[in-house]
């Protein structure tokens, strides 16, 4: 080996165990950099040299951040998951309070005007009994009202959360696209892009928690960003742009590609907080509404169709003790007592024969055995079953909602544990590290200085 070939090996090691040193040091000084992905680069043999008969000494390759592609993605679709029930469940909580408050609601309303009309039974001529019927009526009337208020105005928050999130969404596919540009023109001239990739995976997250959208990289080092539906939400340095609009008391997505076309997303097409929010207002608000309007609408037409075929204190009939409904759209909303019966409590008919009057209560009495009574408009079941049904069924969501969300989060710590534990920085073996590529820069340095002290002694000696 000559003296010149000893410089090299030693000059090549004092550069690899440097940059070995500096790499251990980045680690260590981002410890606590959230979504950091620690570096990772490899000491090699540079192999023969010039002679061909001795190595050529030790270099260190370029830095890659250590990651692991699997838990990744699965902590990502844990995330997302976990972000839809979670956006979902906040929406079934408010509609639950909504349909059973702490007051007991429209339930106790029909069970209140049931027994008026049971105690008008009794009492068909009483005019406190009468004066209850229309109390009871009219109370249950305008809590259907209140209800129905209730629930559309739920809408209008859940709708302006749904404007915010797709802010967010087009934000963060713009940066995306950039930081897609920038790391392919970084690594096509071998530079180093990690503090790029590390960034862009951190947004990453946050579109993936919002929207459930997939990440697939491609050979040239960018990203493509696909929602659950197939849409892309990312090409290389282009981003597409996502709105909402309300299509038929639906709220659907709409999809810009850079080129301008527009596309209509359907349900299903998003995940993440967003696709919790859409379907809470495409489904579960929705779906309440419809229900209730049913519930109103079976009610009081079937009410209507037997008070007026009776007749009341005053000899006429063919009234209805509600304002006669279309159909049972917008039916809760609508519901009213009738004008007929509007501080007329005569109007009440509590029987069916003229002749009984003012004593009869055939027909009261039939109307208070409404309350267990199935109903052909509500699917054969009693409007307080239908109530009912209604009620359970958002707390079994709000059940499966919650249990989901559980297992999500699970999942999400499970994952996240395993990706951190490949991406994530150990001072501890960084320190070793230092320590090891330390003693390895001291002892080339000791090469050098041996080489030197050969070279200086053959100097002195001419």
Excluded: C
């Excluded at 090691?13 to 570096?39: I, K, P, T």
């Excluded at 696709?275 to 079937?302: H, K, P």
């Excluded at 006669?324 to 009213?336: F, K, N, Q, T, V």
């Amino acid at each position: 080996m000559s003296i010149t070939n000893m410089l090299n090996i030693g000059r090549h090691a004092l550069g690899a165990y440097q940059a070995a040193m500096d790499v251990a040091s980045q680690n260590a000084a981002n410890a606590g950099v959230e979504g950091y992905s620690r570096r990772r680069g490899t000491l090699g043999s540079l192999g023969l040299g010039q002679d061909r008969r001795v190595a050529a000494g030790v270099a260190m390759s370029s830095p890659e951040r250590v990651i692991d592609q699997y838990s990744t993605a699965s902590a990502r679709a844990a995330q997302s998951n976990a972000a839809f029930n979670q956006s979902r469940l906040s929406a079934l909580q408010q509609l639950e309070s909504i349909l059973s408050p702490q007051d007991g609601g429209l339930a106790v309303r029909m069970e209140a005007l049931f027994d008026s009309l049971s105690q008008l039974s009794s009492q068909p001529g009483g005019f406190a009994e009468r004066e209850a019927v229309l109390f009871a009526a009219d109370a249950l009337a305008n809590d259907f009202q209140t209800t129905r208020g209730q629930l559309s105005r739920l809408q209008d928050p859940i709708n302006g959360l749904v404007q915010t999130q797709l802010d967010t969404v087009n934000d963060v596919t713009f940066e995306i696209a950039d930081l897609n540009a920038q790391i392919r023109a970084a690594e096509a001239a071998q530079s180093e892009a990690s503090e790029l990739r590390d960034e862009r995976d951190r947004l990453i997250d946050r579109l993936t928690e919002l929207t459930g959208a997939q990440a697939l990289e491609q050979d040239d080092g960018t990203i493509t960003m696909s929602l659950p539906g197939g849409a892309v939400l990312v090409s290389g340095e282009l981003a597409s742009e996502l709105e909402s609009r309300e299509i038929d008391g639906q709220l659907e997505l709409v999809h810009y590609s850079p080129d301008g076309a527009e596309r209509i997303l359907r349900d299903g097409s998003s995940g993440g907080e967003l696709g919790g929010s859409l379907t809470a207002f495409n489904e579960d608000v929705t779906a309440a509404i419809a229900e209730l309007d049913q519930l109103a609408y079976g009610l009081a037409t079937t009410i209507n169709d037997m008070h007026s075929q009776g007749f009341g204190l005053d000899g006429a009939t063919g009234r209805g003790m509600f304002e006669a409904l279309a159909g049972p759209e917008g039916a809760a909303a609508m519901l009213s007592l009738s004008g007929d019966l509007v501080d007329n409590p005569d109007a009440i008919a509590a029987t069916r024969d003229p002749a009984k009057l003012p004593g009869g209560s055939d027909l009261s009495l039939e109307l208070s055995e409404l309350r267990n009574a199935s109903i052909p408009s509500l699917d054969n079941r009693s409007a307080a079953a239908t109530l009912t049904q209604l009620q359970t069924a958002v707390g079994r969501d709000i059940n499966r909602a919650t249990a989901e969300t559980r297992i999500a989060e699970g999942q999400v710590e499970a994952f996240g544990n395993v990706r951190e534990s490949v991406r994530g920085v150990s001072l501890d073996e960084e320190l070793s590290d230092l320590l090891k590529h330390q003693r390895g820069y001291e002892a080339a340095s000791r090469v050098v200085r041996a080489a030197d002290e050969m070279m200086q002694a053959i100097i002195n000696m001419v």
